[in-house]
């Protein structure tokens, strides 16, 4: 049997471009998973058939005319409220553990601050479609949007393939990481800031180190 949490818990990871969130979040899940705990693994927009469906659209849309920034803000919020619904609340209710990469702080830095949309009206959407839940920790993987962007290019993409948010100009970048510091700031008790330049194990064992205080 696993074991299980009273209520849950429920991790997110958020960073820059190019932070090594979807590495982490697998590392930290398997880790979980080690100390028996059941782990659900999902991410932001996606984690559904019709979150999927929204993430081609948001991250590699290429119509005759460009998604405008209020239906990308409608589109994410959107997938969130579906994966809360379908799949993340039902497993924080069971007692599991649920890591999510990206989750409404990265609507919040790259829409109410790249984008410059009403952060108020933001804030109304996240607490209709997390339905209360918010996470319990959010690990932010803070890296210089550079060195991100470095590790982006190493990584490579599918020729041709249109990355809507990969391809904004760096201004657009260094405003989102701004935007995840100052969250931070705002938020100290959840959010907990990570060196995202050192190597995966070294991001790793702080992240667990981070976790190891809260959920044993």
Not at 96 to 115: I, L, M, P
Not at 179 to 190: E, H
Request: net charge negative.
């Amino acid at each position: 049997m696993p074991r299980k949490i009273q209520n849950g818990f429920f991790i997110t990871l958020e960073g820059p471009e190019g932070a090594g969130k979807s590495t982490q979040v697998r590392l930290l899940a398997e880790s979980l998973r080690e100390r028996g705990y059941a782990v659900l693994e999902t991410r932001e927009p996606g984690g559904t058939g019709l979150g999927e469906e929204l993430r081609g659209l948001l991250k590699h849309y290429e119509g005759p005319a460009p998604v405008c920034p209020e239906a990308e803000l409608l589109m994410f919020g959107a997938s969130r409220a579906q994966l809360m619904r379908e799949v993340i609340l039902p497993h924080l209710e069971a007692g599991g553990v649920v890591v999510c990469d990206r989750f409404a702080d990265s609507t919040t830095v790259y829409q109410g601050v790249g984008r410059a949309l009403d952060l108020g009206f933001i804030q109304a959407m996240h607490e209709l479609t997390v339905q209360h839940r918010w996470p319990d920790m959010t690990i932010l993987l803070d890296l210089d949007v550079e060195a991100g962007f470095s590790r982006a290019d190493r990584r490579g993409r599918p020729e041709g393939m249109v990355d809507r948010f990969e391809d904004e100009i760096r201004e657009f970048h260094h405003a989102v990481r701004a935007g995840f510091v100052g969250l931070a700031q705002a938020n100290p008790q959840r959010i907990r800031v990570v060196d995202a330049a050192q190597s995966p194990h070294e991001v790793h064992q702080q992240i667990m180190e981070c976790v190891d205080g809260a959920i044993d």
